[in-house]
């Protein structure tokens, strides 16, 4: 960050990351509101949003900011909860961060704060952009067990020329001595866990809510019956618990879930964690942060995953074959994200097909 007089648009959540990064913006010498980004909640979840709206108060008011309010409630239903149903129906694996990310944090709030004349945004994320010769670069935050990247890899240029994150270069031990130094309330908060915005939920009675389930059987690799699953849409590849085990002999291994099979409604576990039984993964979605892709980079299947060796064949400019040159990886779920990047540069990503 570099000090000017612009205006900054700060997303306060509520908690302490998003709060420092509103405090480093004003002692730079930004002009700094903050907002709190309501979205929608489900009636049957205990939601605290009120609450977390008033710690965000808190510290606008601590800080001597003006606080106003977004509601992106009809975005976060449409573009995060909506999809996250429907990809579970489709019977593949959805990402909601990366959704909340693209279509809410960095879309309706970006349009919300553009809109009241602000220069920029700026969110708690553990991430970096820099500049270079006018092309805006998405690098790994500085604290790696933080690094979020892997849920912005849909920015574009135009959305990153707008985004300060900063507290990017700072690991979290630091980010909350700082807060409680600065007199902030939320220093020694929690940090959030779940789903953007949702929480920790139970993902299983949260999609049974809105999908009719069935009991279905589970299989060993060889096809027998040797327990029971809630339905086999709720469940992803590599899962290892939500399943009743009835008809095996006794094991400390886990079981993973290797195969579902929705019209049978059956699930296929084996105590062998499931992998890639080809080097070529279809992508689709695909968005290159800037132009310049190596001929070979790294990939992350999941969140803090260790990342591999992959190609990219580009089919068209949305999606691609892409060919793993790492052996022994994990088989990812179709509807995941597979995040590209280029030592601590994340350069784009795309969806798997």
């Not at 913006?25 to 700094?32: E, F, I, M």
């Not at 576990?269 to 039984?277: A, D, F, G, L, R």
């Not at 995953?305 to 400019?317: A, G, P, Y």
Request: hydrophobic residues 35%; charged residues 25%; glycine residues 8%.
């Amino acid at each position: 960050m570099t000090s000017k007089k612009e205006t900054v648009f700060v997303g306060l959540s509520g908690g302490v990351d998003s709060s420092v990064a509103a405090l480093r913006l004003k002692k730079t010498g930004y002009n700094v509101v903050g907002v709190f980004i309501k979205t929608w909640q489900p009636d049957f979840i205990v939601c605290n949003w009120e609450n977390e709206r008033l710690d965000a108060m808190r510290v606008a008011a601590h800080l001597d900011i003006p606080f106003l309010t977004c509601d992106a409630t009809e975005e976060y239903k449409e573009s995060v909860v909506d999809y996250l149903i429907n990809e579970y129906k489709s019977g593949r694996t959805p990402n909601p961060d990366v959704m909340c990310n693209k279509y809410v944090k960095f879309d309706a709030f970006l349009k919300f704060a553009i809109k009241r004349g602000a220069d920029k945004i700026a969110t708690g994320h553990y991430a970096q952009v820099r500049e270079t010769e006018g092309v805006f670069k998405l690098s790994r935050g500085t604290d790696s067990s933080k690094d979020q990247t892997y849920f912005l890899w849909t920015l574009t240029q135009k959305q990153l020329k707008h985004t300060l994150f900063p507290i990017g270069d700072t690991v979290k031990s630091k980010i909350r001595d700082e807060a409680e130094e600065a007199g902030l309330s939320t220093f020694s908060k929690q940090d959030s866990q779940g789903v953007c915005f949702l929480g920790e939920i139970d993902m299983a009675k949260f999609i049974s809510h809105f999908v009719d389930t069935d009991k279905g059987n589970v299989l060993n690799v060889d096809g027998d019956i040797i327990g029971t699953h809630e339905g086999s849409i709720l469940y992803t590849i590599g899962q290892r618990h939500g399943f009743k085990i009835e008809n095996i002999k006794t094991s400390s291994k886990p079981l993973f879930v290797t195969e579902k099979d929705l019209e049978r409604n059956t699930i296929t576990v084996s105590e062998t964690y499931p992998k890639i039984n080809s080097p070529e993964i279809h992508l689709k979605n695909i968005n290159l942060i800037s132009k310049n892709l190596p001929d070979i980079f790294d990939a992350q299947f999941r969140y803090r995953q260790k990342s591999f060796k992959v190609r990219l064949k580009m089919i068209d400019s949305k999606s691609g074959m892409l060919t793993v040159l790492t052996e022994n990886i994990d088989r990812p779920s179709v509807g995941q994200s597979c995040v590209f990047y280029d030592n601590d540069k994340c350069i784009g990503g795309g969806v798997i097909k």
